[in-house]
Structure formats: structure tokens, C-alpha cells
């Protein structure tokens, strides 16, 4: 559990904690100090119990969104290091390796390259991955795949017209 959601939980069990305890004074005391003092003092305690229950609930919700953003990086780092180690891999292969779907694979490989932390080639009709210096791809004027003339289609990527393989340029 993240920083944020620990300090939400805790906001929201202290909010409750003193939701109880001057709930149970204030049912306490009404005969000594009437229904309409027990009413003033249940909106008088009724605001630090707001602000600490809403202060936790975004604190929790906060902090939830941080787990999914360091998730996603670390999964990131994790496809970025395979795939640089071992030079070529298969989709299939990384996705079952990262115990994700090939299309989070596709997902991830395309936000690496926006990011500008990846360049490669990929082939996705045989689905493999292949690492590469961006030097060598810069200089590329022919597909590795099927020889044929490619082009920029977009920021860093690189396909063929031809058989469909996308080069990543970082």
C-alpha cells in the first residue's frame, strides 16, 4: 500500500472515530443540554468529520492512481530491458513472460516509443519484437523484412508499405 492510500485510510477512520465518539456524547448529554443544543453541537461536530472523511477519500483515490501509473511503469522498464537484453523476442512470448496480453504488449511497445525510450523494429504478422541502435535505423532505407521501400508515418515510427513492419526510432 502506497503513502496516500495509508494516509486516506487513516483520515477516514479518525473522521469516523470522531463521528462515534461525539455521537455517543452528544446522546449522552441531550437531556442536560436539549435536543436543540444536541443538534447544534452534532453540525459543529459534523465539519472536522467531513473535512478528515473527504481528505481521506481523495487521499485514497490519489493515491490509487499512483499504484496504477508506477504499475504501468514498471512494466515499462520490464519490456524495455527484455527485449534491449535479448536483441529480438517474441510477443507472445513477452506477453506470457510479463503475465499481460500481447495487446498490453502493443500497448506498452507504442507508449515506449512516445516516450522516445525505445528503438526497434517490429514485425506483427510474425509478432517479434527486434531491438535496435538508432543509428542503424536511421539509416535505414529498405525493410529488413521484405526489402521493400519504407517510410515516417509518425512521430519516431517507420513502416513498410508493403508488408507492414513498424521501425521505432528513439
Known sequence: MNTGRLVGVILIVVGFGIAVIAGLWLALQ???IGAGGALI??????????LLVG??????????KEVVEESSMQQQRQLLDIVKSRGQVAVADLALEMKTSVDNVKNLLNQLVGLQVFSGYVNWEKGVIYSSDAKQLRELDKCKNCGGEIKLVGKGVVTCRFCGMEYFLS
Not at 453541537?41 to 467531513?50: Q, S
Not at 481528505?55 to 490509487?64: D, E, L, N, T
Request: aromatic share 14%.
Open 30 to 32: 441531550v437531556q442536560q
Open 41 to 50: 453541537g452534532a453540525v459543529i461536530a459534523f465539519i472536522p468529520v467531513a
Open 55 to 64: 481528505g481521506g477519500i481523495y487521499m485514497y483515490v490519489i493515491g490509487s
